[in-house]
């Protein structure tokens, strides 16, 4: 959302955050309860909105970090109200009016474009030399030390998350950048800073999915991810920090989707052992309601099988059988452990399930057939490969 010229219908409708206030918000624009709206600065709007029993209400609007925020004099304190969407939708429909054609917002985008084509090495120079003759550069230079401090990142952080709520796509997508760069700069960071940080991504992460559980957060994630592998050693040595990381972790590969959860799954087995948290994260697990997720069972099940707990093992696994590797894994687990009978089961289950998706199942079964003397059954078996 870089400006209100560029302002889109959908994004109104994103911003509403619900049907309901949408729809009073178009039905007091269109009953013309919209008064003296007015664009007071290029990223800044004013409206007067008559509510009910004649009342009106004063509307701001404005842009910030590429953002749309606002604020209504109404008592509504449960987000977005109907009259901040009446406002914008008035705008939208009378800003080539109210702006004489010309959007003030024209050198901004502009000058935001030419920004993103210039080396950072160069920028710097340049802000550089400029603040040494340019005292209101300077000022802004310091505001901006002071904003970016280590121990001023997360803070940072949950306002970009917050921004997300109700950003446009586009929106969403340079939240997300910023948020992502960020996590980058923090790798240089001391690991107490670092792993405030990290915790805040994660937390903020988690409270995203549970607005938004069709949201994607895969760039954040594997940020997020490298961060904390990063400190790893240090952030171990914090047994109050580790046990936090883990269990956030864990509630996150339960939310994600199939692109974050591979990048969850090597990173959670990969710090539990680091951390001698396996059990924990198994404990974390299992109390979970896991249904028919076999995504997650498949991760209890290589977790208890780290962990030496067999028995769990094989009962998450039988839950999370899903591919041919899955079965053949299982398969020659029963044969490494000395049950032949149950793995005859699973190759059998496995070959009825996949058919002539799982030709090395298929094999290690005829194989098992002819050693227990089964040859014809073996040479049916493979007959039909």
Not at 88 to 95: C, E, N, S, T, V
Not at 109 to 119: N, Q
Request: with cysteine; aromatic share 8%; charged share 30%.
């Amino acid at each position: 959302m870089p400006d209100f010229w560029t302002l889109s219908h959908r994004d109104v409708e994103w911003y509403a955050g619900s049907e309901a206030i949408l729809e009073r918000g178009r039905s007091y624009y269109r009953s013309g309860r919209v008064r003296e709206l007015r664009l007071v600065a290029a990223d800044r709007l004013q409206a007067r909105v008559r509510g009910q029993q004649e009342r009106a209400y004063r509307v701001e609007l404005w842009i910030e970090d590429q953002e749309l925020y606002s604020h209504c004099s109404c008592p509504y304190s449960w987000g977005v109200c109907k009259h901040v969407v009446a406002a914008l939708l008035a705008w939208l429909d009378q800003r080539e009016e109210i702006g004489h054609g010309r959007p003030p917002s024209d050198r901004a985008t502009t000058l935001a474009t030419w920004l993103e084509t210039i080396p950072p090495d160069i920028l710097r120079d340049v802000l550089q030399e400029e603040s040494r003759t340019n005292s209101a550069v300077e000022e802004a230079l310091h505001r901006w030390r002071e904003a970016l401090r280590p121990e001023s990142l997360p803070a940072r952080i949950a306002h970009l998350f917050r921004g997300m709520l109700r950003a446009s796509q586009e929106g969403l997508r340079r939240q997300q950048e910023r948020i992502v760069h960020l996590l980058i700069w923090a790798k240089t960071f001391e690991p107490t800073p670092a792993a405030a940080i990290a915790r805040e991504t994660l937390q903020r992460a988690l409270e995203w999915h549970r607005h938004r559980p069709d949201a994607e957060l895969t760039p954040i994630i594997a940020r997020a991810l490298e961060l904390i592998e990063h400190h790893a050693e240090a952030f171990g040595r914090n047994p109050k920090l580790a046990t936090s990381l883990v269990r956030a972790l864990t509630e996150l590969f339960f939310m994600a989707r199939a692109p974050a959860r591979a990048l969850l799954e090597p990173a959670l087995l990969k710090l539990t052992e680091c951390w001698d948290r396996r059990a924990e994260a198994i404990t974390l697990l299992k109390e979970q309601w896991l249904g028919s997720d076999t995504g997650a069972y498949a991760l209890l099940a290589r977790l208890c099988r780290l962990e030496g707990r067999i028995e769990e093992y094989e009962a998450a696994r039988q839950k999370s059988l899903v591919s041919a590797e899955d079965y053949v894994e299982l398969f020659d687990h029963y044969l490494a452990t000395n049950y032949p009978d149950r793995a005859m089961r699973v190759g059998e289950q496995g070959i009825k399930k996949l058919g002539a998706k799982a030709p090395r199942l298929r094999q290690r079964l005829a194989a098992l057939y002819q050693e227990w003397g089964e040859t014809a059954r073996a040479q049916r078996l493979l007959r039909r490969t």
